[in-house]
């Protein structure tokens, strides 16, 4: 497709449940980043990965989440043990290069996550 | 934390006014962007601004950047319905990186 891809669209799970959250980038695009919002806020950023470069990690909340980018495409986001505060949206983006270089950043619909 | 500050938090207008939307940063930045996001999912950007660079036009939006000041505004002239949406603001931190800092955000509201 030509945009960011994202899946599930919604997803409910139990607490104590592991989720996977998965982003198809642009293709050829070297960044990919992963950003959460809560309901009625602005977004938090996560994780970002550039190329062959060690992520960017800083932005996890707890080492519950984790994240994979496989051959420099596709990524998961991993949370581990769910709790009912990590129910947001998840938005995955991606850019050409990363955000320094002033590429413009396409972003995915997102994947909708309710722990109850 | 975040980065950004924006204001107003919330703005209704009728359609055909202008509508001004601030941010301010705290630290030094290399870009600042404004995105716009319907119905709290998918953002779209709408421009981007660098260090350098004062002041930037794209159809009936115009940002201006202070980094003296660490703010920057976003104008959409002669507004209309389909303008209806959540802006925000996010900015680049100086040096090697891919992170966006984001504000909260401004809530747009266009009465026709």
């Known amino acids: 497709g030509a945009g960011v891809s994202q899946s599930p669209s919604n997803k409910v799970t139990e607490k104590g449940k592991d989720v996977e959250l998965r982003c198809d980038p642009i293709?050829?695009?070297?960044?990919l980043y992963w950003y959460r919002q809560s309901l009625g806020q602005g977004l938090e950023f996560l994780i970002y990965?550039?190329?062959?470069?060690?992520?960017?990690k800083s932005g996890l909340p707890s080492d519950r989440f984790s994240a994979e980018r496989t051959g420099g495409s596709v990524s998961t986001l991993t949370i581990q043990r769910t709790q009912q505060e990590d129910s947001a949206v998840y938005l995955c983006?991606?850019?050409?290069?990363?955000?320094?270089?002033?590429?413009?950043?396409?972003f995915g619909e997102g994947s909708w996550l309710t722990v109850v | 934390s975040q980065q950004g500050e924006e204001d107003p938090q919330a703005l209704s207008i009728q359609e055909g006014e202008n509508a001004t939307m601030n941010c301010s940063y705290k630290?030094?930045?290399?870009?600042l962007q404004w995105y716009r996001q319907n119905s709290g999912r998918g953002l779209v950007h709408l421009i981007l601004?660098?260090?350098?660079?004062r002041e930037k036009h794209s159809g009936r939006l115009r940002v201006t950047l202070d980094t003296s000041k660490k703010s920057s505004s976003l104008l959409i002239t002669a507004s209309r319905a389909a303008d209806t949406a959540s802006y925000f603001c996010?900015?680049?931190?100086?040096?090697?990186?891919?992170?966006?800092?984001f504000g909260q955000g401004t809530t747009l509201q266009v009465k026709p």
């Open positions: 601004i660098r260090s350098n660079e």
């Open positions: 996010a900015t680049v931190p100086l040096g090697n990186t891919g992170k966006l800092i």
């Open positions: 990965f550039q190329g062959n470069s060690a992520p960017d």
């Open positions: 630290t030094s930045i290399n870009n």
């Open positions: 293709s050829g695009h070297t960044a």
């Open positions: 983006a991606s850019s050409l290069e990363i955000a320094y270089s002033g590429n413009t950043i396409y």
